[in-house]
């Protein structure tokens, strides 16, 4: 099982970490194996603003984003205490590596160009992951915008190539990626992978495991 | 100046990488920076080909692809003697430490998930680079399908939006990534790179450069 | 010369870190060679106090607050532009070839255990620079604690032996380092540093390295 | 148990990969454990002939080959599923680390200047291995050359010494060497490993495991 | 439970080296775990005066220490055998890793600046372990210089802060480290580690670890 | 110019190091470009004598081996001041980056299985040296053993394929290699090297640079 969750669980009270390391340790103990992937944030837009303001390159700021989204996965593993892999691998080889161990692996961002949403698609593919949960700011994908369309519905699920169509106009500088980046999709579609889109609770994560119905299912 | 050159390049006779070299080297003489970008090729869709057949997974036969893009930038740096940085870098940051010694820096594949293409165009903003040539296996981009209808017309200018939405439908395994993936096109994109798409021909990449009119300009 | 820029710097505004950017530009192109020390700040105490609430250990939260002292380095590196060694070096070897090309180098922290200050101290030994400026929130070293005694007096110089006396009571934890720590002061008298401690403005910083009299003198 | 195999084991269809992978699987489920050397092979050969035209030297060859053994063990590891370390050891320190997992382990190359066979040796003196087959592509050590005398016969066993006066006339440049290394041969002997050379198919690996008569024993 | 070996260990009969892996081998197989930290001793004290002599700059000297720390702790690995992790970690979080594997893991030094008792203690903090015993070449804490004075009496428990102030005033070179350095008696300060101060003798560590009433013990 | 330095002038006084260090610095004036390669000599022996008693492995007492080369390395650094690359290499890839930058690049071992003249003669290879002079403790090849027979006549020139012959019979134990392995007999061999044996004194090893008549010149 991958994770990704939302930067902004990092951004709040330290309350929504330790609710989510709960709910980890509880399913560990009862067999579930997992990798989390640390999204960067409020804090890696921070960053990423001043460092735009100071000149430097895009790639640059990308490495930014990554290094603030190892620090909050450095914070998760201190929730999760001796059950974390006491490390955040930087390359999907340590990843391998560290996964073998049978511990909860938890990752930040790897590489410029990829947002963490690609690196748990990448991830969820390389230890064969049963599931997907994407755990963001949003219930799920809605046939409209929800902002501007207040009857806005959530689907329950939505067809990939209906998705890659949704999400093909938005922006791209770092630090705002979007709800799955494009190689996300095509990892999805490369690899089968089953994905859901949730918001990032530990309670609604948790009914995603269970196989509960919410957020939106990705359909291939 | 950063040149992505199809894998194809490497799978012919070495003369093909002799005259790319010969080209390389009368420029740097004239003051021309470059970084190279090597594909795969045939070599590396075989190992993938065999890797898929045993059984790896999608991410790790990218990384197999990326080993082999690495071997083909080996040959290129023979071809280019003293001009070339001698070792290949493995990650952005080795790029930026390399390209600042001022030699000819060759790259193969960075990171699973990403085309050669994307590394390419990680590199351009990078170095700041003021041209991305991408030397593909076609003359340029078409406005239909040139092997279908014989009638095909080449572009000599395309709308990044309209590139974008071409590209959209291909196929994402390891190995069978097409002329520019989603991360270049963002990244040309973001960074607003100028970009021609080209044959890889030595004589075409030197008229490329020289700004005489060949392949398809990306207009953003 | 070595200077240690307080993690205050990059808290504010990012107009101060220009305002430095501009100081060291102006000086290196008058021949003066850097290594910059970029400190934690805030925002390194934020994550660190976060950390040990989640239950992270000390030398792990040391880790943390090096991390982001690295993410202030970054800005630093793009207010510097080409004359910054691009990439921030996590060890002493790689500090030295660093240095060896030319180019300003900006460090962060290299190791649990060590605060900024000894880092700067570390560099200064290690590049036998002639001056080590160690940039604080203060204006110097006073007689008596100046938020205590308003009558307190800077004072414009302090014996070594002194200066480690005072030292010598502070807290211990990661992110609570203080003036210099025992390293730093231990560094600078094997190696006999020339040491000034001023506070961190970039007018004042320029007064130390032009020799007027600002700031605290550290005698051996 | 340590085994040497013959790159030619790659260039052919994968069923001899699956056939050998099998096999090791079997023995592995029966307790044996397992050090694998992949050899580079044709695949080797051509990228070396290739890079010596176009100028590189010797030693930057031997790893073009090293790389391509790493890539051919890459093939292995997928064949072995999850049997196998999921990662290609480069150093010995790492060999040893992934060893202490109970894994197979799957090497290329390690250094230049040494065979694979070499690098075979070396593993079994680090695992402390009881037997180290030498899988080439011959069926063992002939008193004469077999290619021109057809009556020349097949030796069960051959003492360190006299292989050693026989080996060492053979060709040098990268991408040749022979049946066994002269350090593969200092290695044995100084550790006096137990070395059987065979010819490298399933079949006969299994019988030289299981203690039948098969090829050349080295004598000590 | 950390161990800090002084590096006189090494410099004799390896004897010494052997009776003390024996001690660890048999209270491994009553449960207890192990870091262990070789000094440098006498023969990198040689190594540094040459090295100052040569014109090497202090922090460099600091680097060989460390460098002779870690054979030394590569032959207590050999003296472990198969008990032992098979590699000496060169960072903290390759120790954290080490231990995971539930072997007995052997340090060197580190980082310049810090001697191995730091070490040791940032290990112990690293690993919570329930005491960290700094095996020297004393008895433990004397009231007075025992050289100097004949009546000094050996203190069977001493306050942080007093030890303090008494090892406030040693010299600092490369190689001169003392008893406990600063950073050592901050860490035990800033994470309360229990500390006891005996001589390295293996009856000796054997009775501080069974609680017997040896050397020096701090108290905070 | 690669010079391989007999680690016996690593023994003796540092009287020997400064000698030779003046030597280079005169050379490097006279614009000579130099790999030094330091061996291990008698600390490296000591070392591996006890950690074979300790029970270490060959391979792990070949790594001892190539720190203690490593630290002579840094001792050389040292001596030479500015002028030489402030870092020992530890694979011939860093040490192709290191010869980029101009300095004089020291190193000691670089692999198991191979001594430091194998070492030296692959870095002749890489950096295509004119001449590798290997400064052994002897003042060449005799005719016969010159210890067992007083009127043994001192070669000028040897062929490369009789001192294959001469030196086929030596032992092999970790720290025992000879004049010139097998592998530094094949690679001088494959690439054709000019190499000179002499004995390690700074005035002979100038002798052997001038072209003077000095030691055993190898024919290929």
Known sequence: MVIKLSGSLFDSDILEITKLSELIKKLVREGVRFVLVAGGGAEARKFIKRGRRLGLDESTLDEIGIQVARLNAMLLIGGLGDLAYPSVPTTLEELTLAFETGKVVVL?????????????????????????????????????????????????????????????????????????????????????????????????????????????????
């Open 108 to 220: 930040g961002g790897l590489h410029p160009g990829q947002s963490t949403n690609a690196v748990a698609a990448l991830a969820a593919e390389r230890v064969k992951a049963d599931l997907f949960i994407n755990a963001t700011d949003v219930d799920g994908v809605y046939d409209r915008d929800p902002d501007l369309y207040p009857s806005a519905k959530l689907l329950s699920e939505i067809d990939l190539k209906e998705l890659k169509r949704i999400l093909g106009r938005t922006s791209t500088k770092a630090g705002t990626y979007e709800l799955l980046d494009p190689i996300a999709l095509r990892i999805i579609e490369r690899s089968k992978l089953k994905c859901i889109i949730v918001r990032c609770k530990a309670d609604i994560i948790e009914k995603a495991i269970k196989g509960e119905k919410v957020g939106t299912v990705v359909v291939i």
